[in-house]
């Protein structure tokens, strides 16, 4: 394709002098004109430098348990349900059904509440700590439900979360990468596409 573009391209402007004759050879011309031509020709971006994975971080879920992540990742697919301001709870609980079937009938599923949080000092953690405990009324849900507190935006950019604004629902591989992504509370569109990662991510991560 570059020799039919540089074959077609009006030289003139590139050599507004005459050149030598050994110069006008065709292989030389298309030679300079390749070098020329090469910073704009764009190379193609691997896609593995710009994975979002999950950093490495290590907290205590609510059941005062030592969890380090990505590592202690249960599943082979795995649902994080991430969240940055308590008034997102109500979209945060909008997916908890679809993925408490998904992990009845999915093997190797699991799925985590992620409330990230600033790095607050041990008094504040102990504090939201026990606050979750009492509004979670389920002691069964405590294991799944890992309190963070990091730097925000480092956090964010290492998930390509563009902003707090929302809630992020990712789907994780046990290493951490991000398979597939959603935003905000769930919606049928949103189930319908999050059923479908996960029945892609099985088949791509038995």
Known sequence: ?????V???????????RLPIRMHSSPSRLVILALLLGPFIAAPRGDAQNAATLPAVTSYNLNKVKVSLPGDL????????????PEQQKDIDSWSPAAQS?????????????????PENMIF?????????SDETDPETWPWIIPLYVNKDEFRRSLQIANEKEIAVLLTDKQGHVLWRAS???TPASRAALESAVAAAK???P
Not at 78 to 85: D, K, V
Not at 102 to 118: D, I, N, Q
């Open 1 to 5: 394709m570059l020799l039919l573009f």
């Open 7 to 17: 074959k077609k391209i009006n030289t003139s402007f590139l050599f507004p002098y």
């Open 125 to 133: 953690r102990w504090w939201e700590n026990s606050s979750m405990r």
């Open 203 to 205: 088949t791509s991560h």
């Open 74 to 85: 249960a599943g082979q697919v795995n649902m994080l349900l991430i969240s940055f301001q």
């Open 184 to 186: 905000g509370p769930l």
């Open 102 to 118: 998904l992990l009845h009938t999915t093997l190797g599923f699991r799925w985590y509440r992620l409330p990230v949080s600033g």
